[in-house]
C-alpha cells in the first residue's frame, strides 16, 4: 500500500493529499507550480502494483487465511509488496471514502483479485455497497490487467455457493458469460494458500504474464501434481492398509481412502507445501482430502467423510469401497494388495501426467 492509499485509509481524500503536498512544497518554498510534480513523483516513488479485491459470496476465510501469513508477514505483504487499494474487509475507510478508492484503482494498471462466488444470472442478490457484486465484477474484470480467482467459491465450480441452490458460479464461468477476455488464474483451495497466491503474485510481476496454466486455469507451478503421488500415507495404501475405525491406534496413520479422501483425484502441491508455514496439512491431520483444489469440489465430492461407493484409481480401474474395505486381512487383501503393489511397481500409479486428471 503507498503512502496515498495508507493516508486514504486514514480517511484522507485525494483532495486532501493534494493540500498536504501543497503545504509540504509551500513549506520548502517552492512555487505552486511544483505542487503536481511533487504529487507525480511522490507516487511514482511509492508505487507498487495496485491490487483490488472484492468479495463476493464468501466466508472471508481466504482473506484470513492470507494475512495469517508468517512468510512475508501480513504487514510487509500489504504494506510493503502490493498496494491493496480496495478491500472491503481490512481498509479501515467506507462510504465514499472505499468507493472513490474503488472508482480511482479502475482508471489504473490493476489486478482483480476475487474471493467468493458471483450469482450467475440475477443481478438482486449479493448486493454490495448498494450495487449488485455480478454488476461491480463485470465492470473490474473488463478494465484489470490480470484476474486471480482465489479459493475454490470464486474458481471455477463456485465452491460450496456453487453446490447449492445459489446457482452460484466461480469467475471463469461469468468470464466465459459475458465474453470477457482478460487472463484469468484461477488458485483454488478452501481458503487459499497464502503461499500459492504470493507466489503468483510475485510471478506475475517479475515476468508480467500469468504463469503456465492448466486445463482449470491453475499454475501448475501449485496444481501440477497429484496429492495421492506424494501423500505420506501412501506406503499404508499400497499395502491395503485402509483406516475403517478412527478408535483404532493401530490404524491412526492408515491411508484415508475408506474415510472418503479424494487425494487421488485432486491436484495440489499440499503434501509438499504444508499450511500455515509448514505447520501441517489435511492428512497429516488425521483428516481425508476433500479435494478443494478441484473444480468438483464441493458438490461432486460430497459427503466429504464417507467413502464412496465406488471410484476409479489410476492403473486399477473402477474399484468397490466395500471390497477395499473388507479386504484388509483377508485372503482377498492379499490379491488386492498384490496388485496395488504391482501396479505401482510398474510406475502406473506414480507420476500420472497432468493430463490424466480426467482418467481418475
Ligand atoms: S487415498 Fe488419500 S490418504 Fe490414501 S494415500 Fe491417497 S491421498 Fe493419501
Ligand atoms: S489436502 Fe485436500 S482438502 Fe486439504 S487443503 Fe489440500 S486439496 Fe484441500
Not at 465452491?159 to 484461477?186: Q, Y
Request: proline share 6%; with cysteine; aromatic share 8%.
Amino acid at each position: 500500500m503507498g503512502n496515498f492509499d495508507l493516508l486514504k485509509v486514514k480517511g484522507v481524500s485525494r483532495r486532501d493529499f493534494m493540500k498536504l503536498i501543497g503545504a509540504t512544497t509551500a513549506a520548502l518554498g517552492l512555487p505552486e507550480l511544483f505542487v503536481p510534480q511533487a504529487a507525480s513523483a511522490m507516487e511514482q516513488a511509492i508505487k507498487k502494483p495496485p491490487v483490488l479485491w472484492l468479495e463476493g459470496m464468501d466466508c472471508t476465510g481466504c482473506t484470513e487465511s492470507t494475512i495469517a501469513t508468517l512468510n512475508p508477514s501480513a504487514a510487509e505483504l500489504v504494506l510493503d509488496m502490493i498496494s491493496i487499494r480496495y478491500h472491503e474487509t481490512i481498509m479501515a475507510g467506507s462510504g465514499n471514502i472505499a468507493e472513490e478508492a474503488y472508482q480511482d484503482t479502475l482508471k489504473d494498471k490493476f489486478i482483480l483479485v476475487v474471493e467468493g462466488a458471483t450469482p450467475a444470472q440475477e443481478d438482486r442478490y449479493c448486493m454490495v455497497g448498494g450495487k449488485p457484486f455480478r454488476k461491480t465484477l463485470i465492470e473490474a474484470a473488463k478494465k484489470a490487467q490480470a484476474i486471480i480467482a482465489i479459493g475454490s467459491c470464486a474458481s471455477e465450480g463456485g465452491g460450496i455457493p456453487g453446490a447449492c441452490a445459489t446457482g452460484a458460479v466461480g469467475v471463469s464461468e461469468i468470464l466465459k458469460a459475458e465474453g470477457i477476455s482478460t487472463p484469468l488464474i484461477n488458485l483454488p483451495c478452501c481458503p487459499v494458500k497464502p503461499t500459492t497466491l504470493i507466489g503468483t503474485i510475485l510471478y506475475y510481476l517479475t515476468y508480467q504474464k500469468v504463469p503456465p496454466l492448466d486445463s482449470q486455469n491453475r499454475p501448475i507451478a501449485f496444481y501440477g501434481t497429484l496429492l495421492h503421488d506424494n501423500c505420506p500415507r501412501r506406503g499404508h495404501f499400497e499395502n491395503g492398509e485402509f483406516l475403517t475405525d478412527w478408535n483404532d491406534p493401530a490404524q491412526k496413520d492408515y491411508c484415508l481412502l475408506l474415510k472418503g479422501c479424494k487425494g487421488p483425484k485432486t491436484f495440489t502441491d499440499c503434501a509438499q507445501v504444508w499450511w500455515n508455514d509448514n505447520a501441517n496439512f489435511c492428512i497429516n491431520a488425521g483428516s481425508p482430502c476433500s479435494g478443494c483444489s478441484e473444480k468438483s469440489f464441493y458438490k461432486q465430492f460430497t459427503p466429504l467423510y464417507t467413502k464412496q461407493e465406488t471410484f476409479k484409481l489410476p492403473g486399477i480401474g473402477q474399484v468397490n469401497a466395500d471390497t477395499v474395505g473388507t479386504v484388509i486381512g483377508g485372503a482377498a487383501a492379499i490379491g488386492l494388495g498384490v496388485h496395488l503393489i504391482a501396479t505401482a511397481a510398474s510406475g502406473r500409479l506414480t507420476n500420472q501426467g497432468h493430463g490424466h486428471k480426467e482418467d481418475l
